[in-house]
C-alpha cells in the first residue's frame, strides 16, 4: 500500500461540505512526485460520475499545502470559498463531472 484515496459522505467536520460527498488522498512520501495521486483520484472520480451522474464532490484543504492544492486544480476543483480553521487558511473546493480534465 503507498497510499490511500477515500470519497465520503461529509458529516460536518467542515461545515461547507456537510451532506456532501468529499474526496480525501494521503500517500505516503516516498510515493509522491510520480502522478500516482492524480491518477488514482482521476479514477476515482470517474467511478463516482458514472455511479452518481451529477452530483459534485468537495475537497478542503490548507492553501499551504502547495502538492495538494495542484492536484485539486489538475483533478479539475475549482476554488468556492477560502476560510480560517484549525490555525490555518483553508481552500474549500468543488468538481462536477464536467469539469474533470484529462
Ligand atoms: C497531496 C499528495 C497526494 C500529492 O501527491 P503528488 O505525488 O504530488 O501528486 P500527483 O500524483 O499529482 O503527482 C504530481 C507529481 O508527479 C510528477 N510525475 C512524474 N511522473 C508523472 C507521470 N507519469 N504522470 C503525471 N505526473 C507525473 C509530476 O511532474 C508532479 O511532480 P512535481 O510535484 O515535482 O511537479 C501528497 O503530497 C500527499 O499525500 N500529501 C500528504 C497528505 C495530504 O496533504 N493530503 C491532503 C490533505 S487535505
Request: glycine share 10%.
Amino acid at each position: 500500500m503507498i497510499g490511500q484515496i477515500t470519497l465520503y459522505r461529509d458529516t460536518g467536520h467542515i461545515r461547507q461540505a456537510a451532506g456532501r460527498t468529499e474526496l480525501g488522498y494521503l500517500f505516503l512520501p516516498q510515493a509522491w512526485g510520480h502522478g500516482y495521486a492524480a491518477e488514482a483520484c482521476a479514477a476515482a472520480l470517474d467511478w463516482f460520475a458514472s455511479a452518481l451522474p451529477g452530483e459534485p464532490v468537495v475537497l478542503a484543504t490548507q492553501t499551504a499545502n502547495v502538492r495538494s492544492m495542484r492536484l485539486a486544480a489538475k483533478l479539475g476543483f475549482t476554488e468556492v470559498e477560502r476560510f480560517e480553521e484549525w490555525g490555518a487558511e483553508q481552500w474549500f473546493g468543488m468538481w462536477s463531472p464536467a469539469t474533470l480534465s484529462d
